[in-house]
Nanobody, 122 residues
Framework: QVQLVESGGGLVQPGGSLRLSCAAS????????MGWYRQAPGKERELVAV???????NYADSVKGRFTISRDNDKKTVYLQMNSLKPEDTAVYYC????????????????WGQGTQVTVSS
């Protein structure tokens, strides 16, 4: 059983900052990519940022220069530092982890957190 638990969402004023965390636990053999999606009301889910196990990162154009993704492999945790937040960043943010639960490559799967609400409003 694998769990991803997110924390750090909340209400912030425009221009403010938040830091999201997502910790993976359970029967984990290895973790490949980790990252964050978000979904705003009435919109499709979009990829925000992803980081590989080697530390390579990729960002949505809308957050480049404002958001930073990082991970702590020992803690099996991925972070999303969000600065200069805008009202259009308001959404539910979901973390994900592409991981293996055993040495068997067939055990590879993607797991999701429960989502955390980020609201940017004055």
């Amino acid at each position: 059983q694998v769990q991803l638990v997110e924390s750090g969402g909340g209400l912030v004023q425009p221009g403010g900052s938040l830091r999201l965390s997502c910790a993976a636990s359970g029967s984990i053999f290895s973790i490949n990519g980790m990252g964050w999606y978000r979904q705003a009301p009435g919109k499709e889910r979009e990829l925000v940022a992803v980081i590989t196990n080697g530390g390579s990162t990729n960002y949505a154009d809308s957050v480049k220069g404002r958001f930073t993704i990082s991970r702590d492999n020992d803690k099996k945790t991925v972070y999303l530092q969000m600065n200069s937040l805008k009202p259009e960043d308001t959404a539910v943010y979901y973390c994900f982890a592409d991981l293996n639960t055993s040495w068997d490559t067939m055990s590879r799967n993607t797991y999701w957190g429960q989502g955390t609400q980020v609201t940017v409003s004055s």
